[in-house]
Each structure stands twice: as structure tokens, then as C-alpha cells.
T-cell receptor
Framework: DGGITQSPKYLFRKEGQNVTLSCEQN?????MYWYRQDPGQGLRLIYY???????QKGDIAEGYSVSREKKESFPLTVTSAQKNPTAFYLC???????????FGQGTRLTVV | EDQVTQSPEALRLQEGESSSLNCSYT??????LFWYRQDPGKGPEFLFT???AGEEKEKERLKATLTKKESFLHITAPKPEDSATYLC??????????????FGKGTKLSVKP
């Protein structure tokens, strides 16, 4: 079955450590996105990528980094520079930029 | 500034009690409006895309409509399995957030048997 796989589902890290969240899709979609979801807030865009080897900052990119070396993969690194990293992170993909997006099941990151 | 507001924040219904969720928006030219369903601890599930005022789409007990200022998600004779948070997102044609989806905070729907 085609879909988007995020791993791990839960992630715990100590403050000051970098952590990488995985996102893989087998939908043959060109565009991929990372969103952050906090209680009581709408989804906020961190980074997006239209094609391989190209990505753009979203609204809250500070403290995050991404890469897009393969069409299928769009990993997100949460760096120690991110001041409040504890959140639910969602990866999504779409055939073209900002057409119907399909989401993974999310990674809940807790920094202690 | 482009903005999406969903109301109510929470809605409790009895099974079979029809109602509507509202999504009002302010954007620099609407390119598209999207509805998603999100279950607790999971990623959003795509429901509908609407592009122009007057457009309607249906899926089982759900019907989405669009005007120039807002969209409604009508739920007819809901069942407990319709309980979820419903998210609305808009895509602006112009401006600083051009092309990017702007999400509302969602409406949490609870349907009691």
C-alpha cells in the first residue's frame, strides 16, 4: 500500500541534543512538507520541498534543518537551537506543491 | 494578514443530531480550501478540496460547501465514529504565504451514542 511513514512514533531526547525524524513516502509525490502541531494551535509549516535537492523555509524554520537527497525521503533534524522542541511533528506529501496533501501518522517528540 | 478561524472550538452532538462546522477565512485570493479529519495521536486524513464559491462536495455523512468568506462542513445524522477533530486549511493565491497552506485550530467533534 502507498503511504507516508514517519518514524519513530515517540521520541525522547535530552535537552541540548540534536535529533532526526524520519519521513518516507512511496506515493511518487514531488512535494514534501514538515509541520509542527502544538495543543490549541493550528499546524505550522517548518520546511517544504518541491523537488529533490531543493527545499524552502516555512513559517517556523529556526532551529530546524532538512535534506532532500531522494524523492522518497525528507528527514527533519531538530537542533539544540530550537528553544521549545517538544511537540507533535507531521510529515506530508503531495503530487504537486500545495495540492491535496497526505499526512503521515506523526512523531511525538519530548525533550527532557 | 491571511487568517483561518474555525468555530466552534468544540461541539458535542447526540448520535443522529445533524449540525455544521464553520471555517471563515481571510486570504489574498483563495486558491483552494481543504478539509481534514484528525483522530487523537494521528496525522490528518484528507477529506475535501474546494476551489470556488458555490462548490459543494460530499462523502458519506459529510458535505462541504464554500462561499467567498467561509466554508461549512455539514454532518448529517452523525455516528460516534465521526468523533474527531476537523481541520480547515486555505491556500492563498497571493501575498507572503503564497501557495502555503494556512491551517485553522480545528473543531473537536464528539458524538455520543
Amino acid at each position: 500500500d502507498g503511504g507516508i511513514t514517519q518514524s519513530p512514533k515517540y521520541l525522547f531526547r535530552k535537552e541540548g541534543q540534536n535529533v532526526t525524524l524520519s519521513c518516507e513516502q512511496n506515493l511518487n509525490h514531488d512535494a514534501m512538507y514538515w509541520y509542527r502541531q502544538d495543543p490549541g494551535q493550528g499546524l505550522r509549516l517548518i520546511y517544504y520541498s518541491q523537488i529533490v535537492n531543493d527545499f524552502q523555509k516555512g513559517d517556523i524554520a529556526e532551529g530546524y534543518s532538512v535534506s532532500r537527497e531522494k524523492k522518497e525521503s525528507f528527514p527533519l533534524t531538530v537542533t539544540s537551537a530550537q528553544k521549545n522542541p517538544t511537540a507533535f511533528y507531521l510529515c506530508a506529501s503531495s503530487k504537486l506543491l500545495n495540492t491535496e496533501a497526505f499526512f503521515g501518522q506523526g512523531t511525538r517528540l519530548t525533550v527532557v | 494578514e491571511d487568517q483561518v478561524t474555525q468555530s466552534p472550538e468544540a461541539l458535542r452532538l447526540q448520535e443522529g443530531e445533524s449540525s455544521s462546522l464553520n471555517c471563515s477565512y481571510t486570504v489574498s485570493g483563495l486558491r483552494g480550501l481543504f478539509w481534514y479529519r484528525q483522530d487523537p495521536g494521528k496525522g490528518p486524513e484528507f477529506l475535501f478540496t474546494l476551489y470556488s464559491a458555490g462548490e459543494e462536495k460530499e462523502k458519506e455523512r459529510l458535505k462541504a460547501t464554500l462561499t467567498k468568506k467561509e466554508s461549512f462542513l455539514h454532518i448529517t445524522a452523525p455516528k460516534p465514529e465521526d468523533s474527531a477533530t476537523y481541520l480547515c486549511a486555505v491556500q492563498a493565491r497571493y501575498g507572503g504565504s503564497q501557495g502555503n497552506l494556512i491551517f485553522g485550530k480545528g473543531t473537536k467533534l464528539s458524538v455520543k451514542p
